[in-house]
């Protein structure tokens, strides 16, 4: 089984690699990580996403030291994952699911022994690692192709609301550090901004190329946006 693990430069919006030496078998490319890794702290654990033979397998590891904490297989019946974010306190883990033909989920799983919580079909496909947990853990945000971020209740999947006016794929989503925002990118070249109490917008910024990723100041009052060109952009927000 072969595992990747991530680092992130938020100076330079890239992610780095780890390859363990002792890795021979082929993981799921490419593998899913956490969308909120520039804001751990030093020691927090790390999701990651990892395939061998017929059986696909999540691992959560110390940030700090890359040692394993836990590892669990998910059902035999996923394909692929798209997307992995780890709940604020680390006890929760959410997977974006491909099951055949065609199926995408959003589930919730326990982050030690990977015990399923609940699963809910997103009835669109969701092709890129866009998901993410408020900072207080209480909704998971999934951007799906058809341009909508559908926002779930954590505790028990429901649909909180679903926010519309990106026109092409969602690429990323990133809620703001005080939880009031959500923003999300997307391959029509723009990033759009929302309360997340009342779904308003709070305006859409545009790029020459497809939005590669997002993140908002500390802050919360100010976004950067990568896109296709590795150009990085940053935007006011009006609230």
């Known amino acids: 089984m072969q595992h990747f693990y991530f680092h992130y430069n938020s100076s330079t919006h890239r992610r780095t690699g780890y390859n363990p030496p002792q890795a021979t078998a082929t993981p799921i490319g490419p593998v899913a990580v956490s969308t909120t890794i520039d804001s751990n702290p030093i020691g927090s654990p790390l999701p990651s996403a990892s395939n061998s033979g017929n059986s696909t397998a999540i691992s959560v590891s110390n940030y700090h030291s890359l040692?394993?904490?836990?590892?669990?297989?998910?059902?035999?019946?996923?394909?692929?994952?798209?997307?992995?974010?780890?709940?604020?306190?680390?006890?929760?883990?959410?997977?974006?699911?491909?099951?055949?033909?065609?199926?995408?989920?959003?589930?919730?799983?326990?982050?030690?022994?990977?015990?399923?919580?609940?699963?809910?079909?997103?009835?669109?496909?969701?092709?890129?690692?866009?998901?993410?947990?408020?900072?207080?853990?209480?909704?998971?945000?999934?951007?799906?192709?058809?341009?909508?971020?559908?926002?779930?209740?954590?505790?028990?999947?429901?649909?909180?609301?679903?926010?519309?006016?990106?026109?092409?794929?969602?690429?990323?989503?990133?809620?703001?550090?005080?939880?009031?925002?959500?923003?999300?990118?997307s391959s029509d070249n723009t990033a759009r901004v929302w309360k997340v109490s009342n779904g308003m917008s709070l305006g859409v910024h545009e790029s020459v190329t497809d939005v590669r990723d997002i993140s908002f100041s500390p802050d919360s009052k100010s976004l950067a946006m990568t896109n296709k060109l590795h150009q990085c952009l940053r935007c006011n927000i009006g609230q």
């Open 67 to 185: 040692a394993q904490l836990h590892q669990w297989n998910v059902e035999s019946d996923i394909v692929n994952m798209h997307g992995i974010a780890l709940s604020p306190h680390a006890d929760k883990v959410a997977l974006i699911t491909l099951r055949s033909p065609e199926l995408y989920s959003v589930e919730l799983h326990n982050t030690q022994d990977g015990t399923p919580i609940w699963k809910e079909g997103l009835g669109d496909k969701a092709a890129y690692p866009a998901i993410a947990f408020s900072p207080d853990g209480s909704l998971i945000a999934v951007g799906l192709d058809n341009g909508n971020v559908v926002i779930y209740n954590s505790s028990d999947g429901s649909m909180v609301q679903t926010l519309t006016g990106n026109q092409y794929s969602v690429r990323k989503v990133a809620f703001s550090p005080d939880g009031t925002l959500i923003a999300s990118g």
